[in-house]
């Protein structure tokens, strides 16, 4: 099978859950079939590493993003040619699915990791840019001859969002982990580097500081955690200056009435992050929309208890009770989100050895249930069944 698989992000330039499972899906599938990956990153080719990396039409140079956005998924649509089936990820490469089944009569499968729909602050970045990655994504999906939802709690919002779709065409397939990289890992420089205080217990959050990862409500939480407790945040690449002024606020506010908050704005190298999360006392995850979310399973396959907000695809990663904490969330009660992050995360500051049963639980749930082989191999079930039915 000639397979493209069509991505924004690709190794080095990974910042969200899609790159990363993109970036592992990808490693198991050359072991499957002939793979050939069409990201953005430059206008270049790496036949060895099966790579081909476009770049946005220098005309468009100053444009909407979305104009920028829809170049490079024409130039990838004409560099696919050849390939039998073409699978894309995130409205970024759809529209290039989409084109790539139409032009060369090919099926296009496509993974759903967020729905426009369920993101309208996107309108703060994108402006009416907004509209058209809307429109992107609607095409692809309702195109498409296979959408791959990420968890269920994804496919249901599939379907709610886009009433047309036929239901025996979206096909759940979990994100998964690599279990054998993200381990505990007991050194401590990157901590001693960052003035991480080793006798106290801290609370981590990593993540981009976006609406829908929800890092105001864990700021606004974090005013009543445990004063012996750090906070310690791994969070960049706001989506807009409006968001990031407003989450610099909050962490300068925190600091002049707690120590021990430690504000990371750089992405770290993935060893760093994982010696983080092996030593923090509880990891954080306050999204207000998350599909399933990776960086949870990141930090169960570390042996770390999780606090998580009940959206989405976590409830069917994080066992409330067994390898961490669900708070509820209603966007029409943001107080008691807040409130009840403040009272899950004291919960496990409080109990260490709860907080070290839930971390042990969370790793063998990582190891038993989300190896990226079984991610692999589920999907490319996906493919040879699409073929197998022409």
Known sequence: MRLGLLTREYPPDVYGGAGVHVEFLARELRSLTELEVHCWGGDQADPAAGVV???????????????????????MAAALEGRELVHSHTWYANLAGHVAKLLYGIPHVMTAHSLEPLRPWKAEQLGGGYALSSWAERTAVEGADAVIAVSRGMRDDILACYPSLDPDRVR????????????????????????????????????RITRQKGVPHLLRAARALDPGA????????????????????????????????????????????????????VFACPSVYEPLGIVNLEAMACGTAVVASAV???????????????????????????SGLTEALNRVLDDPESAARMGAAGRRRAVREFGWDQVARRTYAVYEELLTSE
Do not use: K
């Not at 946005?56 to 140079?61: E, K, N, S, T, V």
């Open 53 to 75: 990396r476009h770049r946005a039409a220098a005309g468009l140079d100053g444009a909407n993003d979305a104009l920028r956005t829809f170049s490079v998924d024409l130039a």
């Open 312 to 338: 989405g695809g976590i409830p069917e990663v994080v066992d409330d009770g067994g390898t961490g904490l669900l708070v509820p969330y209603d966007e029409r009660h943001p107080e008691a989100f807040e």
């Open 172 to 207: 759940v397939v979990h994100n998964g982990i690599d279990t054998r990289l993200y381990r505990p890992d007991r050194g401590t420089a990157v901590l001693d580097r960052i003035g991480i205080d080793p006798d106290r217990p801290f609370v981590l959050f990593v993540g």
């Open 230 to 281: 750090q906070l310690v945040l791994c969070a960049g690449a706001p989506d807009t200056p409006e968001i990031g002024a407003e989450f610099r606020e909050l962490v300068e506010e925190l600091g002049r009435t707690r120590d021990g908050v430690h504000w990371i704005p750089e992405m770290l190298p993935r060893p760093e992050v994982i010696q983080l999360l092996t030593h923090a006392a």
